[in-house]
């Protein structure tokens, strides 16, 4: 049964963000639409809404454990999270401690490079667009966020990469690379926002040498390699397995 919300605020592709009775929050639904290459490629997957709702809550929780500042409150139900009602700012922060994807295509840094430290990458958000790539002198220009939010935003980044990357090597996965979404509150303080999840990580599997095997994120899709839902089971197991269950919150 869906949770007793408000309006809708905002559709995404993966996500539809809801209003509450309680100003300072919000319902987040997560979606089983699968989409890739800004969205020319489209899929419904069943159960993917509820893994990556649960998947995020579970990595939200950890983050939480560590004094890493998020928007995550709990989870509503399956496929439902609560959150602290924040401005997103539009920008895709990506780290990456292994060259694959754009990185690759874009340059001609070889798959597989390991990136020490991790490479941070700054997207502007934009469909329309097509997400460029920005430069610091672009953010800059485009003003969306002041230097001293671009530092705290850097260290977020950086400390969230050491956590899960760590977090990750326990049950045997690798944190190949992510996008994180950063919201502002009315108090104007950073908080992490949207999801983290294999639509967003990309992950690999330690305790696989096969190259397609070992994927376990939204690249199965992507790549049209089937088993994306049981790529994302074997996530949440192992997660889960490592912390404890999504709290709920009332
Ligand atoms: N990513 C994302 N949303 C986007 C673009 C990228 O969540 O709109 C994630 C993606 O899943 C990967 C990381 O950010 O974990 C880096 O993606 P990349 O720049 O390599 O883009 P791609 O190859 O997916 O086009």
Not at 40 to 49: P, R
Request: glycine share 6%; with cysteine.
């Amino acid at each position: 049964m869906n949770p007793d919300h408000g309006p809708l605020i905002y559709e995404g592709k993966a996500k539809r963000i809801f209003g509450s009775q309680k100003l300072e929050q919000v319902f987040i639904e997560f979606k089983n639409d699968a989409t890739a290459f800004n969205a020319l490629k489209h899929s419904e997957l069943e159960g993917k809404g509820r893994l990556n709702c649960q998947i995020s809550s579970c990595l939200f929780e950890l983050l939480e454990s560590e004094g890493v500042r998020t928007h995550y409150l709990g989870i509503a139900n399956d496929t439902w999270m609560v959150a602290k009602r924040v401005q997103v700012i539009p920008l895709e922060v990506v780290l990456r401690n292994v060259a694959t994807g754009s990185l690759c295509r874009e340059t001609p840094i070889q798959p597989g490079t390991e990136l020490e430290p991790a490479l941070l990458d700054f997207y502007y958000k934009d469909d329309g667009l097509g997400d460029p790539l920005l430069t610091e002198a672009r953010l800059k220009i485009l003003g969306l966020v002041t230097p001293d939010q671009l530092l705290q935003i850097e260290q977020l980044a950086r400390r969230v990469n050491e956590l899960l990357t760590s977090f990750f090597e326990k049950v045997d996965l690798l944190l190949v690379d992510f996008k994180l979404e950063i919201g502002v509150n009315d108090a104007g303080e950073l908080l992490l926002a949207d999801e983290i999840s294999p639509d967003t990580c990309r992950i690999w599997d330690k305790r696989s040498i096969d190259s397609n095997k070992r994927i376990l994120d939204k690249d199965r899709f992507r790549k049209d390699l089937g088993g994306v839902v049981e790529a994302y089971e074997e996530i949440l197991k192992r997660v889960q397995g490592a912390t404890s269950n999504p709290r709920f919150y009332k």
